[in-house]
């Protein structure tokens, strides 16, 4: 766990780390042998106190038959004697012979009844332990309980020498477990020291020898190196070196050659860029000076028309060509919107979107009369926006002249504006075709209907406006209906 905590060790550090681990595997293994010592010890304690209660009780036994053999003897020899004489020649007898034996049992005789006639110990039967052995035998011819009796307290004198004897043998042992460990500890330190000098002083050597060689390309010296491992580290650095220096050689050509063909490559694309910029130049003027040239043709249509139209009755004819040249100029507002945008800011200001809106719907409701629709408006009064004029042209030009471009004949367009909680929603609906691909409808240059005409950029300028001023746009098409949906920030 040590090692995993740090990804970068040093020699020092993994050497104190392997001392340690040796110094706790020498501690943890003196631990064992002293519990292995302990058990053995205590196993031992339970042996001789087993085998000492056997003993006892053997003698006990055997000193209790030997009374009964004398009590035995003595009735046979005084049964014509009263009970009162035999027992007092029983204590003699008896008295006689623990006086003649070296023994710790003592011996009793005891009436039947319970009353105590001798005693050959001082101890009392109160004195007596639980631990004592005591065994006992019934004489009936004279009503006598004989019993023999050992104290096992001596046992325990016993037990107390043996435990002092185990802890002077245990505190001895352990000394000795750990000087052997501190002198294994110092040897192993030592050894270790020396080994990570030589190894400190080698790794020295190879990181100055690559650094060199970074620089010189000069091969490490392996008659310096004393350790295998190292010199196999060191002859595949050779080797190593050797393909550098092969390969810096041929860079240093291939860098030469290389810097000869990008000069010619940076000048041809130089030359390239040029040519395309002044095309875009070119095109730019083209485009901006076509737009200004079909503006001012299409301001004459529009304004002959509209003379027309107050001197005399309106004409189908020139209703038709009243509405394609406002799909023109539709368009040209586009074309003119896309060439100005990057280089014009659009101010915003506070606009009156009712009246705004009912204009646009006048403006496109020759059109529409011309593609044989009606516009239907249901637009609400006193709605205000904060936006650019120009920019809500173009939102709201688009979609009206998408609408008639793709509603079917004599249907009705229905436009409508109004609030709702802190938005106000610009709507328009045809009745036409369902949506192809929703998804590409605001894409530029795509067309729903590539015989209809058009660019295809007026959605896609719809789009870029409503994302630049936060108008949520929603697109709703099945097969009887179109919806477009705009919800503006009210004003």
Do not use: W
Request: overall charge negative; some cysteine.
């Amino acid at each position: 766990m040590l090692l995993k905590k740090k990804d970068n060790k040093s020699i020092n550090q993994i050497n104190f780390m392997a001392i340690l681990f040796a110094g706790l595997f020498a501690f943890i293994s003196a631990c064992l042998v002293i519990v292995n010592e302990y058990l053995e010890f205590q196993k031992e304690i339970k042996i001789i106190e087993e085998s000492y209660i056997q003993t006892q009780q053997k003698s006990a036994s055997t000193q209790l038959n030997l009374l009964y053999n004398i009590t035995e003897y003595r009735y046979k020899q005084s049964q014509n004697l009263p009970k009162e004489q035999i027992y007092q020649k029983l204590k003699e007898d008896v008295t006689a012979l623990m006086a003649n034996t070296e023994t710790q049992n003592y011996l009793f005789l005891e009436r039947s009844s319970g009353q105590m006639l001798y005693r050959s110990s001082p101890i009392t039967p109160a004195e007596e332990t639980s631990k004592d052995i005591v065994v006992t035998k019934a004489f009936e011819p004279l009503g006598l309980i004989l019993g023999s009796g050992v104290s096992t307290r001596s046992i325990e004198d016993v037990l107390a020498q043996k435990k002092k004897d185990y802890q002077d043998k245990i505190i001895n042992f352990v000394l000795k477990i750990y000087m052997l460990t501190l002198f294994l500890y110092l040897v192993s330190t030592i050894e270790y020291r020396y080994v990570s000098d030589i190894m400190k002083r080698e790794i020295r050597f190879i990181v100055y020898s690559f650094k060199k060689a970074s620089q010189s390309y000069e091969f490490i010296d392996m008659e310096k190196i004393k350790f295998q491992e190292f010199e196999e580290i060191v002859t595949h650095a050779n080797v190593m070196i050797e393909e550098i220096k092969s390969k810096n050689h041929a860079l240093v050509e291939l860098n030469s050659n290389l810097e000869m063909i990008v000069e010619q490559k940076t000048e041809e694309l130089k030359r390239s860029v040029d040519f395309t910029q002044e095309l875009l130049e070119k095109q730019d003027r083209f485009i901006k000076n076509a737009i200004h040239e079909i503006n001012t043709p299409l301001s004459i249509i529009l304004m002959n028309i509209d003379l027309y139209n107050l001197k005399y009755e309106k004409n189908p004819y020139l209703l038709k060509i009243e509405a394609a040249v406002k799909v023109l100029d539709n368009i040209y507002e586009d074309l003119a919107y896309v060439v100005k945008k990057d280089r014009v800011v659009y101010e915003k200001a506070m606009i009156d979107f009712s009246k705004f809106l009912t204009e646009r719907v006048e403006y496109f409701e020759d059109v529409a009369e011309g593609n044989k629709l009606h516009i239907i408006t249901d637009i609400k009064r006193d709605l205000f926006i904060v936006f650019n004029e120009i920019e809500l042209q173009r939102i709201c030009d688009n979609n009206l002249s998408n609408a008639i471009k793709y509603s079917y004949e004599k249907q009705p367009l229905h436009v409508k504006l109004y609030a709702e909680q802190e938005s106000i929603v610009f709507e328009v609906q045809n009745s036409g075709e369902k949506i192809k691909a929703p998804d590409q409808l605001f894409n530029r240059y795509y067309r729903e209907d590539e015989a209809r005409g058009g660019f295809g950029l007026g959605l896609n300028i719809v789009k870029e406006i409503c994302d630049a001023n936060d108008v949520a746009i929603t697109v709703l098409s099945d097969e009887a209906k179109t919806l477009f949906r705009y919800r503006f920030a009210k004003g």
